[in-house]
C-alpha cells in the first residue's frame, strides 16, 4: 500500500478546487485597484485562465481519489457559479464515490441554482459575506446590489444544506459589521467565522495595517454578549464559540491561532496545478503522472513536504488564483 503522509502525520484528506480564477467581486483583499500593493510593488493583473474542461476536471479528481482516499472535495474560484458545468462535475465527483461536496461563493448567482446543486448532490456551502450594511459591502466587494447576495444566502438555507458565512475583518474597512453579521447569522440559525486578513497576492509585501486580530474580533463580541468557547474538531481552520443570543461563530485566525500542525488539505488550481501549502507558490502538474501511482505518490508526498509546521507566513499566491 502506497503511504501519502508525513513526519507530523498529516494527510491530504480533502481536496480544494479552484474551477475558475474569474469572479464578479473585485474584493480589496483579492484584487487591487492599482495594481499595485500598499507599499508600491507592483502585482501582475489577474487574467482570466483558460481553465481545465469538466472531463480534465474528472481525470485528476479521479486520479488523486484512487491513490489518496478524498473525504471530501470542496469547490472554489474566482466565483464557482461561473464555471459553465459545475452541476454536471458535481454529479461526476459524486460518481467517484465522494459524498461530501462542498461550494465556496459569494452568492451573486446562487439563488436561481441552489436547488440544481442540492440536486446534483452539494452538501454545504461557505458564503463569503464581508458586511451587511450595503455601503460598507459595496466598498469591500467593489459590486452592488447586495439585496442578491442576501437572497443567494437564504435560498441556499431553504434548501437544508448545510451553510455557513465567512467574513474577511479589515480593520477601518467592516469592523463595525462583526455584530450586525453575527445577528444575522443567529437569526437564520447558521454559523458565521470571521478571518483574519491573510497576506496574500497583491497583500504579500504590506504592513498588514488592516489586521484585525482574534483576540480583538472576541472583544467586539463581548461588548454585547457573553461567549463560550467550544472544543475544536481535528484539522478543523477555525475555533468556535457559542454567544449569549444562541448564536455559534468561528474565527479563523491563521496569524493568532495558526492551525498548520494537523492541515489536511490539498488544493488544485483551474489550471491543473496543485499546491500542498498556501505559504509556498510552487505548484505542480501532475498530469504527467496520473496513470503512474509510484510516480503520482511521489509528487504528492513532495506537496505535502511544502506544509508549513506551525503557521501561515504568507504568499504571493493571488485567492483568486487558488480560492484561500
Known amino acids: 500500500m502506497i503511504r501519502i503522509e508525513d513526519n507530523l502525520g498529516r494527510r491530504f484528506e480533502k481536496l480544494r478546487v479552484s ?8 474584493c480589496v483583499y483579492c484584487v487591487s485597484e492599482d495594481l499595485t500593493d500598499l507599499n508600491g510593488h507592483s502585482f501582475p493583473e489577474i487574467h482570466k485562465d483558460k481553465h481545465l474542461d469538466l472531463d480534465e476536471f474528472v481525470r485528476q479528481i479521479k486520479a488523486v481519489h484512487r491513490l489518496n ?24 465527483i459524486r460518481n467517484l464515490g465522494i459524498e461530501d ?14 436547488k440544481k446543486l442540492v440536486d446534483a448532490g452539494l452538501k454545504s456551502v461557505n458564503i463569503s459575506v464581508d458586511a451587511i450594511e450595503p455601503e460598507v459591502f459595496n466598498r469591500i466587494a467593489r459590486f452592488g446590489n447586495t439585496s442578491r447576495v442576501f437572497e443567494g444566502i437564504e435560498a441556499a438555507v431553504d434548501t437544508g444544506m448545510n ?28 454559523k458565521i467565522r470571521y478571518l483574519e486578513l491573510m ?22 463580541i463581548q461588548k454585547k454578549y457573553q461567549i463560550e468557547p467550544l472544543p475544536r474538531k481535528q484539522a478543523e481552520t477555525a475555533h468556535y464559540w457559542k ?21 489536511n488539505r490539498l488544493r488544485m488550481d483551474s489550471n491543473g496545478k496543485f499546491y500542498g501549502c498556501l505559504s509556498n507558490s510552487h505548484g505542480e502538474k501532475l498530469t504527467p503522472y496520473l496513470s503512474n501511482d509510484e510516480k503520482l505518490a ?22 483568486r488564483n487558488i480560492g484561500g
Open 199 to 220: 497576506k496574500m497576492g497583491h497583500l504579500y509585501h504590506s504592513d498588514n495595517n488592516h489586521f484585525f486580530s482574534e483576540k480583538e474580533i472576541l472583544e467586539t
Open 243 to 263: 454567544a449569549s443570543n444562541g448564536g455559534l461563530f468561528g474565527i479563523i485566525a491563521n496569524e493568532s491561532t495558526p492551525f498548520c500542525h494537523d492541515c
Open 69 to 92: 482516499p478524498l473525504k471530501s472535495v470542496r469547490l472554489t474560484g474566482g466565483e464557482p457559479l461561473l464555471y459553465r458545468n459545475l452541476i454536471p462535475l458535481i454529479g461526476e
Open 101 to 114: 461536496i462542498r461550494l465556496t461563493t459569494n452568492a451573486y448567482y446562487l439563488k436561481q441554482k441552489a
Open 163 to 190: 451553510v455557513k458565512l465567512n467574513a474577511v475583518v479589515m480593520r477601518g474597512k467592516n469592523e463595525s459589521q462583526i455584530i450586525p453579521l453575527l445577528e444575522y447569522a443567529t437569526q437564520l440559525g447558521v
Open 298 to 319: 511521489e509528487k504528492l508526498n513532495g506537496l505535502l513536504r511544502l506544509k508549513q509546521p506551525v503557521k501561515f507566513h504568507g504568499s504571493e499566491l493571488s485567492m
Open 19 to 26: 474551477l475558475i480564477n474569474d469572479c464578479n467581486f473585485s
